[in-house]
């Protein structure tokens, strides 16, 4: 065992961790000099064999996970079973090529195939290269690209995840995840933190570290250290448990300290989050990201589906607000069945509100489920819109809302153009929700999913907090409640600047209430005021969170 060395990356999910490491395999390339196959039916039944044991594989592991991750690990099962594409590799075995070079050639001809298909079979294109990949490592007897099947408590390390392999992970025995890409608001660190697994993201090397090497994570201040000594883990050991007796000692209504009500709320994906969410001391949810259940349908899902999916959603919540968003298909959540062809740019293009104005078959549906589902179950549905940029727009999605039977309407601020413009826009609607990950995006005009820009989006910019308190300050004009639901509702420090801003819920991953709520509970609202100056007046995103952690207080600050 080699001396204890930390390294810094940035925490995305709370909590700590130690473990060996799992690394994910990346994917596997068929070698230089494979020879051709001894005869072409010995070929054919390598690949035969190499597909099919995929699809088993696949298989096994959807009858394993919940609902959502079973339709993708499904529809990934079915790909491999394709005669076409057996087909495809078996022409490569005749022309003399080797199986490994058989499939991964056949592949790429498909790939190419639904590329220029573009819509949902270019969506395809990732799942069809995993099947690839993963047949050629069973053809080579090598081990398989993706999260490999383990059985002791483990730390998985990877460069990144895709949104498939993190919603499958296996919570008892995965304890943390550690990527070297991903960046604060990649999918990898929200699916992560809405699964309660500490996470650290963007740490250098990471991918280098040796499997089975122990490691101790922790997923607030971004600090992984390799080969932990004891004295390291007593340390972690100490501070868990002071931070579990501290926020375990909050209860009830989020509130500062001289009792100014501030509502925390849950982001949730789907029915396994509701029950999970459901259960936990918080007073609802503040975003409901509807386009996460249909992540892998490929038509549009009914009426009726949707309807069973909202009431088993708003059950758990009873009485509790439940916000749902309307679909925000496109850019980093693309929908098959919600595709308007390929785009130079897709964060820029027809994706949210802006897809529903062209597909309002779409958008009625889901209203008209939501209604009903709202009816049945007696729950304080709000529905919000993704993507709004304008008064106009946010008119248009209030009449909708309306024409649906449902009382409150609101919008994501989440675009520069509806935050500066937040009193005319929230004058349409009943609230507003501050869509940081997004805002800081477009503010910083630097690509969320772009882990190397990870220190332009970061929310504690300046210019993202002057957005943010414009949004704040639009919104008393306009009399309208505005809350926060993009990551940084979940950062206690930063929570406490938004408070001061002016907003009047934070939503965040269940993981992450205990802490914000004890923030909240040892400032008051001027309190929080002052620390929101600070950080406005910083020089840069580092200066500010600086400014705030030394002008809170210790008490709360040691627990950090
Ligand atoms: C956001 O943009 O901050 C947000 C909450 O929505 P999403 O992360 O789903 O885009
Ligand atoms: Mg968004």
């Not at 396994?272 to 609802?284: C, F, I, K, M, N």
């Not at 709004?388 to 809302?401: D, G, L, P, S």
Request: aromatic residues 4%.
């Amino acid at each position: 065992m080699g001396s204890p060395e930390t390294r810094r990356g940035i925490g995305v999910s709370p909590g700590t961790a130690v473990g060996p490491v799992v690394q994910v395999a990346p994917p596997v390339r068929p070698p230089a000099d494979e020879p051709p196959a001894v005869t072409p039916e010995a070929g054919a039944d390598a690949v035969r064999a190499a597909l099919e044991s995929v699809a088993v594989e696949l298989e096994a592991r959807a009858a394993k996970a919940d609902e959502h991750a079973q339709q993708i690990l499904k529809a990934t099962a079915l790909i491999a079973r394709d005669k076409g594409l057996f087909k495809a590799a078996n022409k490569q075995i005749i022309a003399g090529r080797g199986p490994a070079h058989s499939i991964a050639a056949a592949i790429e001809e498909y790939a190419a195939q639904f590329e220029a298909l573009g819509g949902y079979f270019a969506e395809r294109v990732t799942d069809l290269r995993d099947v690839g990949s993963r047949a050629v490592a069973a053809v080579l007897g090598v081990p398989a690209p993706g999260v490999p099947i383990f059985d002791v408590p483990s730390i998985i390390v990877a460069d990144d995840l895709a949104p498939a392999e993190t919603a499958t992970l296996d919570r008892a025995l995965v304890v943390g995840i550690i990527t070297e890409g991903g960046g604060r608001t990649s999918h990898t660190a929200i699916l992560a933190a809405q699964m309660g697994i500490p996470a650290v993201v963007q740490l250098e090397g990471a991918t280098a570290i040796a499997e089975g090497t122990t490691v101790a994570l922790d997923g607030d201040s971004g600090a992984v250290t390799i080969n932990p000594d004891e004295e390291l883990l007593a340390q972690q050991q100490v501070r868990r448990e002071r931070r579990a007796q501290a926020f375990g000692s909050a209860h009830g209504p989020g509130a500062t300290a001289d009792g100014h009500p501030v509502a925390l709320l849950a982001n949730i994906g789907g029915v396994d989050d509701a029950e999970r969410a459901g259960a936990q001391d918080l007073e609802g949810v503040g975003l409901f990201r509807t386009e996460f259940v249909f992540l892998s349908a490929d038509r549009a899902p009914t009426v009726e589906e949707q309807t069973d999916i909202y009431r088993r959603v708003f059950a758990p919540f009873g009485s509790r607000r439940v916000v749902v968003r309307t679909l925000d298909a496109g850019a980093d959540k693309p929908l098959a069945f919600a595709d308007l062809g390929p785009e130079e740019n897709p964060a820029l293009g027809r994706r949210g509100l802006r897809l529903s104005a062209e597909r309002p078959d779409l958008l009625d549906a889901q209203l008209e489920a939501l209604g009903i589902a709202a009816r049945e179950t007696g729950a304080d549905v709000r529905v919000m819109a993704p993507m709004v940029a304008t008064a106009e727009e946010a008119a248009w999605f209030t009449r909708r809302v309306r024409e649906n039977g449902l009382p409150k309407a609101g919008v994501m601020i989440e675009v520069p153009a509806a935050a500066l413009r937040s009193a005319h826009v929230l004058a349409e609607v009943d609230f507003g929700s501050l869509g940081t990950n997004d805002l800081a995006q477009y503010t910083m005009a630097a690509d969320r999913m772009q882990g190397e820009l990870s220190d332009l989006l970061d929310p504690w910019q300046p210019a993202v907090l002057d957005v943010v308190a414009a949004a704040c300050h639009g919104a008393q004009h306009a009399g309208r409640p505005v809350g926060v639901c993009g990551e940084s509702a979940g950062d206690p420090l930063l929570a406490l600047v938004l408070v001061g801003l002016g907003i009047s819920s934070l939503s965040m991953a269940p993981s992450k209430v205990p802490a914000v709520r004890v923030a909240l509970s040892m400032h008051t609202l001027a309190q929080c005021q002052g620390l929101a100056a600070l950080a406005r007046d910083a020089w840069d995103a580092g200066q500010a969170l600086e400014a705030v952690r030394t002008n809170a207080r210790a008490e709360f600050t040691a627990l950090l």
